[in-house]
């Protein structure tokens, strides 16, 4: 099972931007779609961005599209979220997970969260 670390997490004004690690250990990261989800509270957590195992096809939200980018480095085991002209209303805590399909499950589907990195947009 892939253990994951999220980081990369803080307080920025609306407008801002933060870049969002997460850090995969284990033999199959390379071989599974990654994405990162977030869950505001009260909320429910909804899938945010989702990358493929080789990095060549990406997939967002439209929520947030135009404004995260995903990307991976299966070298160093690690899946990165740019997020740029940040919302009030991007604010969260923000988790990775991992699937070895093709296309990442919903949130639901997951046993294992790491512990996430919280994010907070201020107006």
Known sequence: QVQLVESGGGLVQAGGSLRLSCAASGRTFSSYAMGWFRQAPGKEREFVAGISWNGISTYYADSVKGRFTIS????????????NSLKPED?????????PRERLP?????DYWGQGTQVTVSS
């Open 91 to 99: 604010t969260a805590v923000y988790y990775c997970n991992g699937d």
């Open 72 to 83: 991976r480095d299966n070298a160093k085991n690690k899946v990165y979220l740019q997020m």
């Open 106 to 110: 919903p949130p639901g589907y997951y």
